[in-house]
T-cell receptor, first 112, second 114 residues
């Protein structure tokens, strides 16, 4: 089974801090994704990447950036954390759309 | 564009009851369809999938049939357990998709009471 590992399960950060959320997958997948999940809003795509050093904006990229220097690692960066970025963040990877995604366990971020 | 609509929850059931979660979709071409499950405090896990019309996906007692004529992929389980309490997401992947993006429904929370 593909393993997608998110570095932290819970994080508490202060407003204005630069925050890094890390995601690593072990199956050589080209495609990686970052979502945020909020009550009543479902999953919203922030950014995705289909190759090393490639990135595409999703539906809600404002306030975020990403980095993909190696195929297995996809980092989400909050340049200056704000309280409205308090959320559950989910990373996913995929090889082929017909097989769906593999998700990490999520990082619950609180910005205070 | 592509979209997935699923019934709003929460759905509250007693143990051993029959569960149905409706899912309909809009897409061009011939998408693949998925059900994901999210247990409390966890990420999403793939529950089952179907890649063409009339396919039936099944896993852990859950089933869903890809109905192209009604653009639906309803999830069913004949006898639910307390451990099935979770949020269920329907999703589609277009046959051709830049970046392999899935489109998710809003999720349906299911609560099974003993």
């Amino acid at each position: 089974d593909v393993k997608v590992t998110q570095s932290s399960r819970y994080l508490v950060k202060r407003t204005g801090e630069k925050v890094f959320l890390e995601c690593v997958q072990d199956m050589d997948h080209e495609n990686m994704f970052w979502y945020r999940q909020d009550p009543g809003l479902g999953l919203r795509l922030i950014y995705f990447s289909y190759d090393v050093k490639m990135k595409e904006k999703g539906d809600i990229p404002e306030g975020y950036s990403v980095s993909r220097e190696k195929k297995e690692r996809f980092s989400l960066i909050l340049e200056s954390a704000s309280t409205n970025q308090t959320s559950m963040y989910l990373c996913a990877s995929s090889l082929d759309p017909n097989y769906g995604y593999s998700f990490g366990s999520g990082t619950r971020l609180s910005v205070v | 564009g592509n979209s997935v609509t699923q019934m709003e929850g929460p759905v509250t059931l007693s143990e051993e009851a029959f569960l149905t979660i409706n899912c309909t979709y809009t897409a061009t071409g011939y998408p693949s369809l998925f059900w994901y499950v999210q247990y409390p405090g966890e990420g999403l896990q793939l529950l089952l999938k179907a890649t063409k019309a009339d396919d039936k996906g099944s896993n852990k007692g859950f089933e869903a049939t890809y109905r192209k004529e009604t653009t639906s992929f309803h999830l069913e389980k004949g006898s639910v357990q307390v451990s099935d309490s979770a949020v269920y997401f329907c999703a589609l992947s277009p046959f051709t998709s830049a970046g392999n993006k899935l489109t998710f429904g809003g999720g349906t929370r299911v609560l099974v009471k003993p």
